[in-house]
C-alpha cells in the first residue's frame, strides 16, 4: 500500500506543475458529482405522499389550504403547484405558458453546477496538452543544450509530456459522461413534474371552464 502511494507521488511529481490544477479540477469535479447525484433523486422532488395530499386539495378545490401546504413544503414540485393555484384564474393559455416558464427557472436549479463540471470536462484536456507541450519543451531544450545527463532530461520531458495528457483525460473522460447522465436525469425530473402538473392542472381547470364556482379559499 505504501509503495502505491509512493509510486503516485512520484507519477505526480513527474508530470510537473501542470498537475495541480489538474488535481484542483480532479476534487472540484468529484463534489460536484457525488452532491448532484444525492440530490437528484426523483425521491427528492415527486414524493408520494405530497403528491397524495396537493391532489385531495386540489380536487376539493381547497386553495387556500393546497397554498399553505406548498409553502410548508418547498421545493420545485411545490412551488411549480403554488404557481397554479396563484394564477388559477387566469386564461388557460396564458397559465400554461406561466407553468412553463416556472418550469424552465426550475430546471435551473436542478442544472446547478453541471456548467461548471462541463467547464471542467474541456478544461481539463486542455491543462493536459499544456503540460504536453511544456513537456516537448523541455525535451527540445535538453537537446539543443547537450551536455551531462541529458538522458534525466530528456525522460523528463517525456514523462511530463504523457502523464499529463493522460490525466487531463482520465479527469474529462468520466466527468464528461457523467455530465450527460446528470443532464439527461436533471431533465428527466422535470419532465416528471410537468406531467404531475398537467394532471393537477386538469384538476383546477380546463380549456373549456373559464369559471371557478365551488372553490374554497
Known amino acids: ?126 491543462l493536459g496538452l499544456l503540460g504536453t507541450v511544456l513537456g516537448m519543451i523541455a525535451i527540445f531544450k535538453a537537446v539543443a543544450t547537450g551536455g551531462t545527463g541529458i538522458t534525466d532530461q530528456l525522460a523528463g520531458g517525456i514523462s511530463q509530456a504523457l502523464i499529463t495528457t493522460a490525466a487531463g483525460l482520465i479527469i474529462a473522460i468520466p466527468a464528461l459522461f457523467t455530465h450527460s447522465f446528470l443532464e439527461a436525469r436533471a431533465v428527466g425530473i422535470l419532465a416528471d413534474i410537468e406531467a404531475q402538473m398537467m394532471d393537477f392542472l386538469h384538476l383546477v381547470r380546463r380549456p373549456e371552464v373559464e369559471g371557478s364556482d365551488g372553490e374554497k379559499g
Open 1 to 126: 500500500m505504501l509503495d502505491l502511494i509512493q509510486n503516485g507521488i512520484n507519477i505526480f511529481r513527474s508530470g510537473g506543475p501542470v498537475m495541480y490544477p489538474l488535481a484542483m479540477l480532479s476534487v472540484v469535479a468529484l463534489a460536484i458529482i457525488l452532491e448532484r447525484l444525492w440530490v437528484l433523486r426523483p425521491t427528492n422532488y415527486l414524493e408520494p405522499s405530497n403528491v397524495h395530499a396537493l391532489s385531495g386539495l386540489l380536487a376539493a378545490r381547497d386553495f387556500k389550504a393546497a397554498g399553505d401546504y406548498c409553502r410548508r413544503h418547498p421545493g420545485p414540485f411545490t412551488e411549480l403547484v403554488a404557481t397554479l393555484v396563484e394564477n388559477r384564474l387566469a386564461p388557460y393559455d396564458e397559465l400554461k405558458e406561466i407553468l412553463e416558464d416556472t418550469g424552465r427557472r426550475q430546471l435551473l436549479g436542478l442544472q446547478r453546477g453541471l456548467p461548471a463540471l462541463a467547464t471542467i470536462v474541456g478544461g481539463a484536456p486542455l
